[in-house]
C-alpha cells in the first residue's frame, strides 16, 4: 500500500510540475510586452525596467526563478486590483467557492445516491424509468441554461428566493441547487448501474435464502457493495464542480474565485488568471490522488494490480 | 404378438445417411451483428425520436439562415429587442409579438416579422440561433473525428504492441489527462485570439484521451484471441491485424464512445463561449447568445428561450442516441 501511494503522489508531484511549466511558457508566449505604453518609453528606461523585473535574464534563469517563487507562494501580483498579491485573493475568495462546491456536492452525491438506490431496486417499472428521465435531463442540460430557467422561475416571476447574492441560507438554495442538480444526475445513473449489477450476485440470493428481511439485504449488502465504484467519479465530479461554480458564481454574483476567474479573463489580468488556473489543476489533481488511494482502501483487489486503467 | 414383431425385421430398414448439406444448412436469415445491432437500436423509442430531432436540428441549422430575407449579422437599431412573432402563429403567447400585453410591433411601427425576435442590436435571432447551432455541430464533427483518429490510433498502437510502448504512452496519458480540460483551453487561449481555432485545438489536446483508453482495453482483450492467432498465422503483418480485425471487433464500442464524447464538446464550446472565452462577436454561438440574452433576462426573456432550448435539445438528443447505441451494440449493458 504504501508503494502504492508513493507512486500516485510521484505521478501528482510531475503533473502539477507540467501544469506550472506550462502556465510559464504560455505567459512567455503572450502577445505583447508587460509594461504599458511600452511603445513610448524611451529604450534606456525600457531596459531599466526590465532589468527591474529580471526580464533581461535568460529564460532559463527567469524560469529558475519563477518556481523559486512559486513554492515560496509567491504568484505575482494582479493587474486589475492595484498590485494585490493574486495569493492573497485567492486565499480571500476560496471560502466562498469551497462553501458553494462542497454543500452542491453533499446534496447531489446524497441525493443521487438515494435516487440510484431507488431507481436500482424498481428497475424496469415506471419508478425507475421516470427517475432515469430525470437524470437524463439532469446530466444534458447546460449547468448555465438550467441556473438561468431557475434564477428567472424561483428568483424573478415567484420571487421565492434571492435573484444574486450570498450570504443568508436563503441566498444559499438556488447557486447550490443548480450544481447540485448535474451531480446528482450522474451519480444517480451511476448508482442504479451498481446497484442492477449487485443485486444479480449470488451473495444477494444468499442473504436472501437465510432469511434475512428485504431492508436487510438491501442496505446491509446491496448498497454497501454498490457504492464503492461511486468514489471513483468524484475526480470528475470535481471537475464538473469547478467549472459549473466558474458560470454560476456569474450567474448569481457570488464572490468567489469563478466569477473573479470570468472577470480576470475580460480584463486580461494575467498573474491572477495563471494563479487560478494552478489552484484548479491542484485542486483536480490532489482530489484525483484522494479517490485512487481512498479506492485502493476500500476496495483490496486494486492494490494488488497496483492501479486501475 | 411375437408374430407381428417378427414380420417387422432388420431388413427392412435401411439407413438414410447423414446429409452433410442438409444439416449444416442455416434456416434462418444471416443476421450480422450490424443488422442486429440495428434492430435493437429501432426498437428503442426514446432513441428514435431524439434522432429525429436531431435530423430536424441538423437540416434547419443549415438552412434556418437562408430561408428568411435578413443576414446574420444585419443591424438596424430600429429593429431592437422585437419579441419573436410568426403570423401564423400568433394565438400562440409565445409568437404574438406582444411583450407584457403590449404589442411592440404595431407600437413601433415594423411591418417584418422576426420569428425568433431580436437582440439589442436589432439582429434576427432566428439566423443567429440556427448560426450557433451550426458552430455546435462543426464542434460535434471535429469532436468525432478526433475520437476517431486520434484516439483509437493511440488507443490501438498501446494496446496492441504493449510493453514499453504501452508504458510510455500510457505515462503521458496520465499526465495528459491529469490536467483539467479547463486550463488547457485557457493556456491555448492566452498565447492564440479567442474562437473556434483554439477550441478545436483544445479538442484536439484533450477529447481522445477517454477514447483511447477504452481502445486499449479492447485491443488488450482481443489480441491474445484465437481469430488473431489464425490470422497471424495466415501471415498477416501488424497493420492487417489492427485495422482489418482488431478495430472492426471494437467498432460498437468505438461508436458508442463517440456518442458520448460528442454532447461533452458542444457543451464545452458553449460553455467557453459563455464565459467569453470562446466564439465571440459577431460570430454566433448558443453559449454566447445564452450569455448575451442573459444581460437582459428580466426584461426580455425570450432571446435567452430559443438558444436555451435548441442546446438542451441537442445534448438530451445526443445523449439518449448514445445510450440508445450502447443499448443497441451491447445488449449485456442493458439493464
Not at chain 1, 498590485?83 to 492573497?88: A, E, G, K, L, R
Not at chain 2, 406582444?98 to 439582429?123: A, H, I, M, S
Not at chain 2, 481502445?215 to 482481443?222: F, P
Not at chain 2, 461533452?264 to 454566447?288: H, M, T, V, Y
Amino acid at each position: 500500500m504504501g508503494r502504492y501511494i508513493l507512486k500516485r503522489i510521484w505521478y501528482m508531484i510531475i503533473t502539477f510540475y507540467v501544469v506550472i511549466t506550462l502556465t510559464f511558457l504560455s505567459m512567455k508566449l503572450l502577445p505583447g510586452t508587460p509594461f504599458q505604453n511600452a511603445n513610448r518609453l524611451t529604450p534606456l528606461q525600457l531596459n531599466t525596467l526590465k532589468h527591474y523585473y529580471g526580464l533581461d535574464q535568460p529564460i532559463a534563469v527567469q524560469y529558475v526563478k519563477y518556481l523559486w517563487n512559486f513554492i515560496h507562494g509567491d504568484l505575482g501580483t494582479s493587474f486589475q486590483f492595484g498590485n494585490t498579491p493574486v495569493i492573497q485573493m485567492l486565499v480571500a475568495q476560496f471560502p466562498v467557492s469551497m462553501d458553494l462546491g462542497t454543500e452542491a456536492m453533499i446534496i447531489g452525491t446524497v441525493l443521487g445516491i438515494l435516487l440510484g438506490i431507488f431507481a436500482g431496486l424498481y428497475r424496469g417499472s415506471f419508478r425507475d424509468w421516470g427517475t432515469m428521465i430525470f437524470a437524463t435531463l439532469g446530466i444534458s442540460i447546460p449547468s448555465f441554461v438550467f441556473a438561468g430557467a431557475l434564477q428567472y422561475c424561483l428568483g424573478v416571476l415567484v420571487q421565492l428566493f434571492p435573484v444574486a447574492g450570498w450570504g443568508t441560507p436563503s441566498t444559499h438554495v438556488l447557486p447550490v441547487t443548480s450544481l447540485a442538480v448535474g451531480i446528482l444526475a450522474e451519480v444517480a445513473i451511476f448508482m442504479r448501474t451498481e446497484m442492477v449489477e449487485v443485486i444479480n450476485q449470488d451473495y444477494i440470493v444468499t442473504a436472501q435464502a437465510k432469511g434475512l428481511s428485504r431492508g436487510a439485504v438491501v442496505f446491509k449488502h446491496a448498497v454497501r457493495n454498490a457504492m464503492i465504484p461511486v468514489v471513483t467519479i468524484l475526480g470528475p465530479m470535481t471537475a464538473a464542480i469547478i467549472t459549473g461554480s466558474i458560470v454560476i458564481e456569474g450567474i448569481f454574483g457570488i464572490p468567489g474565485i469563478g466569477k473573479q476567474f470570468v472577470s480576470s479573463i475580460t480584463t486580461n489580468d494575467y498573474p491572477m488568471i495563471m494563479g487560478t488556473t494552478e489552484l484548479y489543476s491542484g485542486l483536480f489533481i490532489i482530489t484525483i490522488l484522494i479517490v485512487d488511494i481512498l479506492y485502493g482502501v476500500i476496495d483490496p483487489r486494486i492494490r494488488v494490480s497496483g492501479g486501475r486503467s | 404378438m411375437a408374430n407381428d414383431n417378427d414380420t417387422i425385421t432388420q431388413g427392412l430398414f435401411e439407413p438414410v445417411g447423414a446429409d452433410t448439406q442438409v444439416s449444416e444448412h442455416i434456416s434462418g436469415k444471416v443476421v450480422s451483428a450490424w443488422r442486429d445491432a440495428f434492430r435493437r437500436f429501432v426498437t428503442n423509442k426514446g432513441a428514435v425520436i431524439s434522432m429525429i430531432i436531431l435530423a430536424l436540428i441538423i437540416i434547419l441549422a443549415l438552412l434556418g439562415p437562408h430561408i428568411n430575407k435578413y443576414g446574420t449579422n444585419d443591424q438596424n437599431l430600429l429593429w431592437s429587442d422585437l419579441p419573436p412573432k410568426i403570423s401564423a402563429l400568433s394565438w400562440m403567447p409565445m409568437f404574438s409579438g406582444k411583450e407584457n400585453g403590449v404589442d411592440v410591433y404595431k407600437d413601433r411601427g415594423v411591418k417584418q416579422e422576426f420569428w425568433f425576435g431580436t437582440d439589442q442590436l436589432g439582429r434576427d435571432l432566428w439566423n443567429r440561433t440556427w448560426a450557433g447551432t451550426q458552430i455546435s455541430l462543426l464542434i460535434a464533427l471535429i469532436a468525432a473525428l478526433v475520437d476517431f483518429l486520434i484516439g483509437v490510433a493511440y488507443g490501438g498502437i498501446s494496446g496492441y504492441f504493449g510493453g514499453t510502448v504501452d508504458n510510455i504512452l500510457q505515462r503521458i496519458i496520465e499526465v495528459i489527462s491529469g490536467i483539467p480540460n479547463l486550463v488547457w483551453i485557457i493556456l491555448l487561449i492566452l498565447i492564440m485570439q479567442p474562437g473556434l481555432l483554439a477550441i478545436t485545438i483544445a479538442i484536439l489536446a484533450t477529447n481522445w484521451i477517454a477514447m483511447a483508453r477504452i481502445v486499449r482495453g479492447e485491443m488488450l482483450k482481443l489480441k491474445n484471441q484465437e481469430f488473431v492467432l489464425a490470422s497471424r498465422t495466415l501471415g498477416a503483418g501488424d497493420g492487417r491485424i489492427i485495422f482489418r480485425h482488431l478495430i472492426p471487433n471494437s467498432l460498437g464500442m468505438i461508436i458508442v464512445n463517440t456518442m458520448f464524447s460528442i454532447p461533452a464538446a458542444i457543451f464545452f464550446e458553449a460553455f467557453l463561449s459563455f464565459i467569453g472565452l470562446g466564439i465571440r462577436d459577431p460570430q454566433a454561438s448558443l453559449g454566447s447568445l445564452i450569455n448575451t440574452g442573459f444581460t437582459i433576462l428580466q426584461i426580455h426573456p425570450s432571446q435567452t428561450i430559443f438558444p436555451g432550448i435548441v442546446i438542451s435539445l441537442l445534448l438530451i438528443c445526443f445523449n439518449i442516441v448514445g445510450n440508445g447505441l450502447r443499448d443497441a451494440f451491447d445488449p449485456k449493458l442493458r439493464r
